[in-house]
């Protein structure tokens, strides 16, 4: 699992390897999300012991991904973490004041478009991209 961990022990090869953990643990999170979701459908036709191995190899792998966030976040230098953090904050916020109108619309009805949480998790991650290129950009 080291074999990622560069020689150098400064703050450019800590963020990098960093980085390449959040990327690893991020692809292998989606990876298990799509097992978890197409496996009952097309390799075990909804067995239901797959089913819950495959959800909880999920929830480990996220676990994972949310420690390796954490070690991200924690070893930014400042602006770079007022910059995350606060992009972090404006997606929350538009996740809850977007979704629950969003959801609410949906059961009963007012839409016409069921409300997806794939529909929640796009407008999160554009959320967080435009918060964080506007981020960057303030503080340049």
Not at 6 to 23: C, D, M
Not at 43 to 64: D, S, Y
Not at 80 to 92: D, E, F, K, S
Request: glycine letters at 8%.
């Amino acid at each position: 699992m080291n074999q990622l961990k560069p020689q150098g022990k400064g703050y450019e090869s800590r963020t990098r390897t960093n980085i390449r953990w959040l990327a690893i643990w991020g692809v292998a999170w989606v990876g298990t999300s799509l097992v978890m979701a197409l496996g009952p459908l097309f390799l075990w036709h909804k067995a239901l012991v797959l089913t819950l191995l495959a959800v909880g190899l999920n929830l480990c792998v996220g676990v994972r991904w949310i420690l390796a966030n954490k070690k991200y976040i924690e070893e930014q230098d400042e602006l770079q973490r007022r910059v995350y953090l606060n992009a972090l904050g404006i997606t929350a916020g538009v996740a809850l004041i977007g979704g629950i109108p969003f959801s609410v619309l949906d059961a009963f009805h007012m839409i016409p478009v069921h409300a997806d949480i794939a529909h929640l998790i796009m407008l999160m991650a554009l959320t967080f991209v435009v918060s964080t290129v506007y981020g960057m950009w303030r503080y340049r």
